[in-house]
């Protein structure tokens, strides 16, 4: 039996502002990981593991 007055899940509103912000998000993440400063240290990165001694 469900409680009354209580709220049991997200309106379409509330998905629809999750969905912009979660958009958001990921254009921020996206122009962080191919900004140049950070593809250079990933390039630096990759390059010092696979040149690594064992």
């Known amino acids: 039996m469900r409680p009354s007055g209580q709220d049991t899940g997200m309106t379409t509103a509330e998905y629809a502002m999750g ?14 990981v191919t900004s140049d400063t950070v593809s250079s240290g990933l390039q630096s990165l990759i390059g010092k593991a696979l040149n690594a001694q064992f």
């Open 19 to 32: 969905t912009i912000a979660a958009c958001a998000f990921a254009a921020v993440l996206y122009r962080i």
